[in-house]
């Protein structure tokens, strides 16, 4: 058998596994609630440290064993569900509860204000590639009045065109990963936090 022959094989038995085991709407049924949010529960066992073991007490940085089971959990659920996070096992203090909480917003507002700045940052950088581009084959089309060194015309062509089609990339493409990363932050940034499904504070 081709080896082109064998991938395809293979690629359909995935694509009929994933299909029968890993759509996104038999995890999105079995966390649905009733009010229409996405439920994701975090199970805490006793001796599980929740806070970092390294930071300093006061820091209330999360264990970020925790983190990343919540974004690998998260990562099947549409942007346009509401999500809530639901602690359970472990038995929580009120004041631990509202540090959790805390913690959990804090870090997803930053997360928020990252993808913004790296939103502006990405506009600004097309901008100014479009205008280099610009005048790059405006420079082009002037200099195939005068110039005669085809290497040096066909450098600056290049460029020119190398420059806008950059720009459109950081419009079209980057820009459109960019405001989906930012929307994938803002339903972490409202996530509701409650703590064996009662909700706190």
């Known amino acids: 058998m081709k080896k082109r022959e064998i991938y395809k094989q293979r690629m359909e ?51 970020e064993d925790i983190y990343n089971y919540i974004d690998k959990q998260i990562y099947f659920v549409p942007s346009e569900y509401d999500i809530t996070i639901n602690f359970i096992g472990k038995d929580l203090s009120n004041d631990e509860q509202q540090l959790i909480k805390k913690a959990l917003q804090d870090h997803y507002n930053l997360q928020v204000y990252d993808k913004l700045d790296d939103i502006r940052r990405n506009r600004i950088l097309g901008i100014f590639l479009l205008i280099f581009g610009s005048l790059a084959l405006a420079l082009y089309f002037f200099m195939t009045l005068s110039n005669n060194n085809l290497i040096i015309l ?17 419009w079209l493409i980057q820009g459109f990963e960019r405001r989906q990363d930012l929307h994938n932050s803002l339903q972490m940034a409202l996530v509701k936090v409650t703590f064996n499904d009662k909700e706190k504070g």
Do not use: H, M
């Not at 038995?13 to 709407?25: A, H, P, R, V």
């Not at 079995?30 to 006061?58: N, Q, S, W």
């Not at 066909?154 to 950081?170: H, K, Q």
């Open 13 to 63: 038995i995935l694509k009929q596994d994933i299909k029968n085991k890993y759509t996104n709407n038999k995890f999105l049924k079995k966390r649905l609630k009733e009010d229409g949010t996405i439920k994701i529960d975090v199970v805490l066992p006793d001796d599980f440290p929740i806070f970092d073991p390294l930071a300093p007490a006061d820091y209330e940085i999360i264990n």
């Open 154 to 170: 066909e450098i600056v062509s290049i460029v020119g065109t190398f420059s806008i089609w950059e720009a459109v990339n950081c």
